[in-house]
Each structure stands twice: as C-alpha cells, then as structure tokens.
C-alpha cells in the first residue's frame, strides 16, 4: 500500500520539485477552499472524482478545476465511454488504494494493473497541481507535467479534456 512517505521519496528520487503544505482533513473540495494557504493557489486544486462505465469495466479518475461541474453525459461522449457513474468505495480501495475523502491522481502509481484512466481538465496544463499525497491531511503541489510524467511512467492511460 502506498503511503505518503512512499509518494514523498518518490518524488525526491525523480527529482520532482514540489512544495507541501500539512492541514486538517479535508473530505471535500468545498472544505479544501476553506484552507487559507498563503503561497498556494487553492483553485490549483482539482476536484477528485472516481468513476466507472455501466458494465464495471472501464475506470477513470476525473481531476477537474473546483468550480467545473462534472457533466458525465458530456464527458462520456468527450471520451467515446459507455455511460458513466461513481464507482464504489470498494473498487477506489481495490484498484487505487484509496478511501472515501482522500481521492487523488497519486493513488494511480497504486494501480498495479494500469485499469483507470486518469482525465485532467485542461485548467491545469499551464502550472501546477495541488493534490493529496495518499492522506486528506497534506497537499503536494508540483508541476502539472511533472504528475503527467509520473503517471506516463507508471503505464496509466491519461486523457486531457
């Protein structure tokens, strides 16, 4: 299982820069923008979503700007997908290693068997990222192409819309 000292050394040995800030728990996007981070720009936090097609065969992890709405009718036909809903508590924990509240693009490096999809908003290809390193308790902030390579690297299919 992947922790997040396992995400922090990982990023030190790519040589990834990054800047953390440690906080109180956070479960949602409305309780992130609630943080008062001098130095972070907290609209460079996506929204976190775990989804899956109808058949439970595709999975895909949106990460999308805190004031996007996630339309999953326009996003299955953005991605040529079967129709789209939130996948279960279990499948997060099985496939990603996550929980409830602490969704994040980290947890693909978990994804031993390359089965989710990450899917970014293009908000974010011009800067940084701020995302959770496997606890709702810190936030990384790095530079969005550095995570994309992470995530390359690791075999995980990407798809900016």
């Given at each position: 299982m992947l922790l997040r000292p396992d995400i922090l050394r990982i990023l030190e040995e790519k040589e990834i820069k990054?800047?953390?800030?440690?906080h109180e728990?956070?479960?949602?996007?409305?309780?992130?923008?609630?943080?008062?981070i001098p130095g972070f720009d907290m609209s460079r936090v996506p929204k976190n979503l775990f989804l899956r097609d109808d058949k439970k065969r595709e999975y895909y992890l949106?990460?999308?700007?805190?004031?996007?709405?996630?339309?999953?009718?326009?996003?299955?036909?953005?991605?040529?997908?079967?129709?789209?809903?939130?996948?279960?508590?279990?499948?997060?924990g099985n496939?990603?290693?996550?929980?409830?509240?602490?969704?994040?693009?980290?947890?693909l490096l978990a994804d031993s068997e390359r089965k989710v999809t990450a899917i970014f908003s293009s908000y974010f290809q011009d800067g940084e990222i701020g995302i959770h390193?496997?606890?709702?308790?810190?936030?990384v902030f790095l530079a969005f192409t550095d995570l994309l390579s992470l995530i390359q690297e690791h075999?995980?299919?990407?798809?900016?819309?």
């Open positions: 990054y800047r953390e800030f440690t728990a956070v479960f949602t996007i409305g309780e992130a923008e609630s943080l008062s949106l990460s999308i700007a805190p004031d996007e709405k996630a339309d999953l009718k326009e996003l299955r036909k953005r991605i040529g997908s079967r129709p789209l809903s939130f996948a279960s508590e279990d499948d997060l496939l990603l290693q996550l929980e409830k509240g602490s969704v994040t693009p980290f947890g390193p496997m606890v709702n308790t810190s936030t075999g995980n299919k990407i798809v900016i819309i």
